[in-house]
Every structure is written in structure tokens, then in C-alpha cells.
């Protein structure tokens, strides 16, 4: 419980910090303050460190469930309930770590309402939640995880700079 707490304070801090770079940075475009939630944003160096900030919020959004799902799978190995009661489990425990991650991107729509954000809100959610399922039916290390994860983050970052 206290891993979720602490998400909730890190997901706290990310949107004020997102938040409050136009105060920081009055010249900031809406375009580059949406860039800061997708992709890398390297001048002013300030938003090159919010942006990785914002990075490592994606990979925690994702490696923690996955981590507390694939603590699960090995009592769910031994009894074997159904798919529902699964499905019961599951979601509790990937909702408090979805629901920060959607509102990150979706508040970039408060400042730039464009056909690119809303498609790189759909990549993102997309991404997430297809990490999330092959990780979990998949039997791989923690190493490996953490290193699919950050690198998926990574590359949608890059593709996100050259096409945003």
C-alpha cells in the first residue's frame, strides 16, 4: 500500500512540475510544453530534465504493476481461479498506476489542442497497455522487464521528438 502512496505523491509532483513551466519559462510555446509529456525536449536545459523526469513517471507507471502482477501470477499458478477472478485482482491494482499515467498525457490537451496530441495520447495509452499485457504472459527476468520497458519508453521518446 505504501508503494501506492508514494506513486501518487511522484505523479503529484510530476503535474505541478509540468504545470508550472510556464511560470518558470514564460517564452515556453504550448507545443513545447506538450513536447515535454512526449517527447525529448533538449533547449533550455530546464526542459531537457523535466522531460526525462517525465520519462522515468512512464517507466514507473508501468514497471510497478507489472511487478506487483507478476508477484501475483505465481499464487494464481498454484490455485488456479478463473478468468474473472483474475480479471477481479488485476484491475484494482492497475488503476492506481493507469489513471496518473492517462492524466499526465491528458493534460496536455489544457494547452495544446491538436490532432498530434491526441494521437500521441492514443500511442501512449496503447503502448502502456500492450507493455503491460506481454509482460506479464511472458516469463522473463526482472532484467529484462526493466530493460524492454525502458527502452520501448525511450524510442516512442525519440520517434515522439522527430515527429511532434
Known sequence: M???????IYFSIV??????????LPLITNHQQAGLVFDFTAKPFYLLM???????????????????????????LVRKPSLRSQFKSYVP???HYFVPYVLIKAF????????????WIG???ITWVILLVFLINQRYS???????????????RILATIMF
Do not use: C, G, H
Open 142 to 156: 526482472y532484467a529484462k522487464v526493466t530493460t524492454i520497458i525502458l527502452t520501448t519508453f525511450i524510442f516512442s
Open 108 to 119: 496536455v490537451l489544457s494547452t495544446e489542442r491538436s490532432m498530434s496530441v491526441l494521437v
Open 50 to 76: 523535466v522531460s526525462i523526469f517525465n520519462l522515468l513517471f512512464d517507466y514507473v507507471s508501468l514497471i510497478m504493476p507489472v511487478m506487483e502482477l507478476l508477484s501475483i501470477q505465481i499464487f494464481l
Open 93 to 95: 491494482i492497475i488503476l
Open 15 to 24: 503535474f505541478i512540475v509540468i504545470r508550472f513551466v510556464p511560470t518558470y
Open 123 to 125: 500511442i501512449s495509452i
Open 2 to 8: 505504501a508503494r501506492k502512496l508514494y506513486f501518487w
